[in-house]
């Protein structure tokens, strides 16, 4: 069963706006991390927070972790067609991650 | 370069044949995992390995098969192939399974028909 659900599943923005994307997870972690897939490539890592962190900035994105509710955000600024992706959580486990199913964001040019 | 390849890019399988997907990673990480990944789905676990020799099951690890006879290398067999093992499978390593960044494999695009 999947720990992480992203929302929305799909975002659609001009170029230059913000992009929020959500995600939630049902169990305690000790990490939270953001990857990003572009069309027909694998994953690459973006940002890892911890569970005692609240907040973590890179370049233009920006997660915030709130483990009382089970939840984080990604945040990417000022966003660029090449922003163009689909961007997952992952949650830690016990020697594994665990996956949400992703939001879809296209940025228009 | 460094990184995580995956053999092959693309593969077009029969019912019932079987094959081996490889997975090779050159930064020395002790963690090694497959993952498919179906429309909707997100990743899903497959199988994992916390170093050579060791080897553990994840999410759907049925009728799939691994080993680990050394640090860069971690095979998946799909021991008789089923249309439903129609997927895109993804490899990944990190330093440390869990708690590290895993870097990912650009991936194997196998149909079964």
């Known amino acids: 069963s999947q720990q992480g659900e992203e929302d929305p599943q799909a975002l659609s923005i001009q170029e230059g706006e913000n992009a929020t994307m959500n995600c939630s997870y049902k169990t305690s972690i000790n990490n939270l991390q953001w990857y990003r897939q572009n069309s027909g490539r694998g994953l690459v890592h973006l940002i890892l927070?911890?569970?005692?962190?609240r907040e973590k900035h890179s370049g233009r994105l920006r997660v915030t972790l709130d483990t009382s509710k089970k939840s984080s955000s990604l945040l990417i600024t000022a966003s660029r067609a090449a922003d163009t992706a689909s961007y997952f959580c992952?949650?830690?486990?016990?020697?594994?991650?665990?996956f949400g199913t992703g939001t879809r964001l296209k940025v228009l040019a | 370069n460094a990184g995580v390849t995956q053999t092959p890019k693309f593969q077009v399988l029969k019912t019932g044949q079987s094959m081996t997907l490889q997975c090779a990673q050159d930064?020395?990480?002790?963690?090694m995992s497959w993952y498919r990944q179906d429309p909707g789905m997100g990743l899903r676990l497959i199988h994992y390995?916390?170093?050579?020799?060791?080897?553990d099951q994840g999410e759907v690890p049925n009728g799939y098969n691994v080993s680990r006879s050394t640090t860069e290398d971690f095979p998946l067999r799909l021991l008789s192939a089923a249309p439903s093992q129609t997927s895109v499978y993804f490899c990944a390593s990190s330093l440390v399974g869990g708690t590290m960044p895993q870097h990912f494999g650009d991936g194997t695009r196998l149909s079964i028909l």
């Open positions: 930064m020395n990480h002790e963690y």
């Open positions: 390995s916390v170093g050579a020799g060791i080897t």
């Open positions: 927070i911890r569970s005692n962190e």
């Open positions: 992952a949650t830690d486990g016990p020697y594994k991650y665990i």
